[in-house]
């Protein structure tokens, strides 16, 4: 069994465990691919550290995986296409590696759940930066197994504007609607996380297929850019659309959130005067800089796993019931709820849901079937 971290006191029930390991969980959101490109991680062994394996994704019963390629902004000397496509190439390794555990879903028929019991992985890409400006570029990676687009990260791109930045295309451009239009023909899911309130309110009046925001909470309970407000909930939820609501305590609650900008500027002054008096990249500097991180972490206010259904619970009031599900950022996030530290301590929100007197086919909802609902109607 993998380490589920803290709460070792909270026993999954087995009418919480029956439910959860007998409905197809889908989390649309992980950053895992960097570190299996450029780190070395492979994927299928157990580790010690780090969110996602497919030992852990078994453990926490997920049936289907998004992978997200994220590439920095900042990369343009290494190539935004060519970054993404080493990661593409790992997780097409990792399927060689591992045929009889890992699956690519490249099409409607591939949403098989419980055929083999493989892990499905659908690819895509975090920020429509990575496309190089081309529309070409979404037809070379759909060849090569693209099925999801994050339209923007904390930068705007040509395509799109972003929640974290000014806007410098009024939203969703002329270049974004012919990107929106193609990616409906081809089947593949547009994703609103991180996207403007302008771009959102674009891409759905643009998509003729529903849209996903697969990593995004609920402003009204975290006021933070990348949440979503009331208003943009029910327009997803109107759109037939997906919320994955994700894990990441900065994200999750209104507290933390002060605390942890506080703590974060105090942070760069302190990496700062350590980059001065070591060099940025010394091994002393690095050294230092870890110490100081894992520092802060360990002073923030604790928010467990039961945040998460807090948002999720705020999302089926504001929307509806079909318009939420996972999305939890894993390996994209510095620090997960107490009691959700990995993939294998997914069991826990359903027997924390079930604790709520949640009905069940809510639950299945939540953990799978709107996302498999969403995928069905989108992918070719």
């Given at each position: 069994?993998v380490?589920?971290?803290g709460?070792?006191?909270?026993?999954i029930?087995d009418?919480?465990?029956?439910?959860h390991?007998?409905?197809?969980v889908?989390?649309?959101?992980?950053?895992?691919l960097?570190k299996?490109?450029?780190?070395?991680y492979?994927?299928?062994?157990?580790?010690s550290?780090?969110?996602?394996d497919?030992v852990?994704?078994?453990?926490?019963?997920?049936?289907i995986?998004?992978?997200?390629?994220?590439v920095?902004?900042?990369?343009?000397?290494?190539?935004?296409l060519?970054?993404?496509m080493?990661?593409?190439?790992?997780?097409?390794?990792?399927?060689t590696?591992?045929?009889?555990r890992?699956?690519?879903?490249?099409?409607?028929?591939?949403?098989?759940?419980?055929?083999?019991g493989?892990?499905?992985?659908?690819f895509?890409?975090?920020?429509?930066?990575?496309l190089?400006?081309s529309?070409?570029?979404l037809?070379?990676f759909?060849?090569?197994?693209?099925?999801?687009?994050t339209?923007?990260?904390?930068?705007?791109?040509?395509?799109?504007?972003s929640?974290?930045?000014?806007?410098?295309?009024g939203?969703?451009?002329?270049?974004?609607?012919?990107l929106i239009?193609?990616?409906?023909n081809?089947?593949v899911?547009?994703?609103l996380s991180?996207?403007s309130?302008?771009?959102?309110k674009?891409?759905i009046?643009?998509?003729?297929?529903?849209?996903?925001a697969?990593?995004?909470?609920?402003?009204?309970?975290?006021?933070?850019?990348r949440?979503?407000?009331?208003?943009?909930?029910k327009?997803?939820?109107?759109?037939g659309?997906v919320?994955?609501v994700?894990?990441?305590?900065?994200?999750?609650d209104d507290?933390y959130?002060?605390?942890?900008?506080?703590?974060?500027?105090k942070?760069?002054?302190?990496?700062?005067?350590?980059?001065?008096?070591?060099g940025?990249?010394s091994?002393?500097?690095e050294?230092?800089?870890?110490?100081?991180k894992k520092?802060?972490?360990?002073?923030?206010?604790?928010?467990?796993?039961k945040?998460?259904?807090?948002?999720?619970e705020?999302?089926?009031?504001v929307?509806?019931?079909?318009?939420?599900?996972?999305?939890?950022?894993?390996?994209g996030?510095?620090?997960?709820?107490?009691?959700?530290?990995n993939a294998?301590?997914?069991?826990?929100?359903?027997h924390?849901?079930?604790?709520?007197?949640?009905?069940?086919?809510r639950?299945?909802?939540?953990?799978?079937?709107?996302?498999?609902?969403?995928?069905?109607?989108?992918?070719?």
């Amino acid at each position: 069994m993998v380490e589920c971290g803290g709460f070792k006191d909270i026993r999954i029930s087995d009418e919480a465990r029956a439910l959860h390991f007998g409905t197809p969980v889908v989390d649309a959101h992980c950053d895992t691919l960097w570190k299996c490109a450029f780190r070395g991680y492979d994927i299928g062994r157990s580790h010690s550290t780090g969110h996602i394996d497919l030992v852990k994704l078994k453990e926490g019963g997920v049936k289907i995986q998004v992978f997200a390629a994220f590439v920095h902004p900042s990369q343009t000397h290494r190539g935004y296409l060519n970054l993404a496509m080493r990661m593409n190439d790992a997780l097409q390794s990792a399927q060689t590696n591992y045929p009889s555990r890992l699956r690519l879903i490249l099409h409607n028929e591939d949403l098989r759940t419980n055929e083999d019991g493989r892990i499905g992985a659908i690819f895509g890409i975090e920020g429509a930066h990575s496309l190089e400006s081309s529309i070409d570029n979404l037809y070379k990676f759909y060849d090569k197994g693209l099925r999801l687009v994050t339209l923007t990260w904390n930068n705007p791109n040509p395509f799109a504007d972003s929640s974290a930045a000014n806007p410098v295309n009024g939203g969703l451009s002329p270049f974004g609607v012919k990107l929106i239009r193609e990616m409906n023909n081809l089947g593949v899911i547009p994703d609103l996380s991180h996207s403007s309130a302008d771009t959102l309110k674009e891409v759905i009046k643009v998509s003729k297929k529903p849209v996903l925001a697969s990593h995004s909470c609920c402003k009204a309970l975290c006021d933070i850019h990348r949440n979503l407000t009331d208003s943009q909930i029910k327009m997803i939820a109107a759109s037939g659309g997906v919320i994955g609501v994700n894990f990441f305590p900065l994200f999750l609650d209104d507290n933390y959130r002060k605390v942890f900008i506080d703590k974060d500027q105090k942070r760069l002054t302190a990496f700062n005067k350590i980059n001065k008096k070591y060099g940025s990249r010394s091994p002393s500097a690095e050294s230092e800089k870890r110490k100081l991180k894992k520092e802060m972490f360990n002073e923030l206010p604790e928010v467990t796993y039961k945040r998460i259904v807090d948002h999720i619970e705020r999302i089926i009031s504001v929307g509806n019931e079909d318009c939420v599900g996972l999305g939890s950022d894993f390996d994209g996030i510095p620090i997960a709820p107490g009691g959700m530290e990995n993939a294998a301590c997914l069991p826990r929100l359903t027997h924390e849901m079930l604790e709520r007197g949640w009905d069940k086919n809510r639950i299945k909802k939540i953990l799978g079937l709107n996302m498999l609902r969403l995928f069905r109607e989108v992918l070719a």
